[in-house]
């Protein structure tokens, strides 16, 4: 049995068999058996704990990609790291409590219950990824270098940089602590990640929106936890990182899906994340400048409700999606332009704007609760069945 996953060729993937037709490709891809589990069982099917070790499949209009295991698989797979969406998205439920309670009056604990569950949520996950680590294979590098799952160990210390930021509101110093520890650390996984985009080591064709998490949490998330820790120059600088490599990123991942190909329905989802960024800066702008709006929030703004309406057109297609830990990529996604519009309604005050504020607050808290009620229920149905045996 081999230490790590190893591949054939340059990267992760390398098409053994390629057939173009007018209307449909299909590529046959060479794997790890770590690796089929990974996406099979994290990204691509409806089974959140499933830990059967058959191959998945990503499916498109014009895309079949079959997954075949080579020589010295693994008996038991790796912890995916797309389950740290999990704590990311109740961190932004708690975050949008955490606004409601300012602006609305709504009872602060159901936010620090919130804020407890997502830390408990996140050491969960966490010690569920090291106990897998100690009984497989492989290695944290080649996680991170999973063209589809690397990007998401991001969340992991921008949950980190919210919690420590919700944290200093207590206790200053542990909290700037906690905020300055998970910025170094994804600042040097941000940093090392454009060091593999550089050297070419990601296929294009598999390049998705979640490569925006690791550059756009380092700065855009780090912004507010740093604002909210008190370091105010350090939040500016990491904005103005946040906002370059948004651009950036932006410009590279529209030029991908326009001229290479559709992304498969497997990474369908990681297209809601296009719509975070500009709620995201401005509720860093929030905890920079102050409570008052200026021309930056009216222009972030502005973006936001534009990429919220471009998704409202691709909600037909979400909808296609079988449920799985992938859905997880439509709470924070949903919850960070909630908190966003909560505040600039509770700052400008327009008619009905407390209607307004607890009809978005009972919609998001719905959504996520409803996601995280079902994928409980996967959860246990999943361990029911696996005690049966």
């Excluded at 100690?134 to 589809?148: E, Q, Y």
């Excluded at 700037?176 to 070419?200: C, D, H």
């Excluded at 294009?204 to 855009?220: R, T």
Aim: a positive charge.
């Amino acid at each position: 049995m081999r230490s790590r996953p190893q591949y054939e060729g340059r990267g992760y993937l390398r098409a053994q068999r390629t057939t173009i037709g007018r209307k449909k490709r299909h590529v046959q891809l060479n794997l790890d058996q770590h690796e089929i589990c990974a996406i099979g069982r994290a990204v691509c099917t409806a089974e959140l704990f499933d830990r059967s070790h058959n191959a998945g499949w990503a499916k498109a209009d014009n895309e079949n990609v079959s997954l075949h295991p080579v020589a010295g698989t693994h008996s038991r797979t790796r912890l995916p790291l797309n389950f740290l969406g999990i704590p990311f998205g109740l961190s932004g439920l708690a975050g949008t409590w955490t606004i409601a309670s300012t602006a609305l009056g709504a009872p602060h604990a159901i936010g620090f219950v919130l804020w407890s569950v997502t830390a408990i949520s996140l050491l969960g996950v966490l010690a569920e990824y090291a106990r897998c680590a100690m009984h497989t294979g492989g290695s944290v590098i080649a996680d991170l270098r999973n063209p589809f799952l690397g990007p998401f160990a991001a969340l992991a210390p921008a949950v980190g940089i919210l919690l420590g930021g919700e944290l200093a509101r207590l206790w200053p110093v542990p909290g700037l602590v906690l905020v300055a520890a998970s910025v170094i650390i994804i600042g040097v996984l941000s940093a090392w990640m454009l060091a593999e985009w550089m050297t070419g080591s990601i296929d294009a064709h598999i390049f998705h929106p979640g490569n925006f998490l690791p550059i756009l949490a380092c700065g855009l998330i780090g912004a507010i936890g740093l604002a909210q820790a008190g370091a105010n120059t350090a939040a500016t600088v990491s904005l103005a990182v946040g906002i370059f490599f948004w651009a950036v990123l932006t410009a590279v991942i529209l030029a991908r899906l326009v001229a290479i190909d559709t992304l498969p329905d497997a990474l369908v989802p990681t297209l809601a994340i296009f719509s975070v960024p500009p709620s995201v800066a401005g509720i860093a702008w929030f905890a920079i400048n102050g409570e008052s709006i200026d021309t930056i929030h009216q222009v972030l703004l502005a973006l936001m409700l534009f990429l919220l309406l471009s998704q409202l057109f691709l909600v037909t297609r979400y909808a296609r999606i079988p449920f799985g830990i992938a859905t997880w990529s439509f709470t924070f996604t949903v919850a960070a332009p909630a908190t966003y519009g909560i505040h600039w309604l509770w700052l400008t005050q327009p008619t009905g704007w407390q209607l307004w504020s607890w009809l978005i607050l009972a919609v998001v808290t719905l959504w996520i609760g409803g996601i995280a009620v079902r994928s409980a229920g996967h959860a246990i149905g999943s361990w029911g069945s696996a005690s049966r045996r």
